[in-house]
């Protein structure tokens, strides 16, 4: 509860004391910046011209860097079962959208000027799967590195 009330009253220029709202110094909206838009995180150190580093100590089925646009990459070897991570970054104004066929695993991306947005998603496999396909759709503006690992 204390997290919400601290939310609530940040946003609304509340204080614990019951006070009415403060009224802000300008009626106009701040501008948001690259660091407002609702995106993944930014980790220091990430790049697009080099493809993320493994986090496990398994077999790397795909790695690839500084691409842009469309691309339907094959994976290296058969997806087994158990843990399949993919890591991906970007750079460029708009949004990419990644999927594991035939995994099911899919997600987008936003990815914003002069930074780099990163995520990490795994999914847990059942059973195998004799081959495997990264799609990303990206716009041609957008560039971006992924390594799936297994």
Not at 3 to 31: I, M, Q, W
Not at 121 to 145: D, M, Q, S
């Amino acid at each position: 509860m204390p997290l919400v009330c601290a939310l609530a009253l940040s946003a609304t220029g509340c204080s614990d004391s019951g006070s009415s709202p403060s009224k802000a110094a300008s009626s106009r909206p701040a501008k948001p910046t690259a660091t407002d838009t609702p995106r993944a995180e930014h980790i220091e150190g990430e790049s697009v011209t080099t493809a993320p580093k493994p986090v496990g100590d398994g077999s790397v089925l795909l790695s690839v860097a500084s691409r842009k646009g469309n691309a339907q990459l094959p994976l290296n070897e058969d997806i087994g079962a158990g843990r399949l991570a993919i890591q991906v970054n970007c750079q460029g104004q708009g949004k990419i959208q990644i999927a594991i066929d035939p995994t099911g695993l899919s997600f987008p991306l936003d990815c914003v000027e002069k930074e780099v947005s990163s995520t990490y998603n795994e999914v847990h496999l059942k059973r195998e799967r004799k081959e495997g396909t990264v799609r990303v759709t990206a716009p041609a503006g957008i560039r971006w590195a992924v390594t799936v690992e297994q």
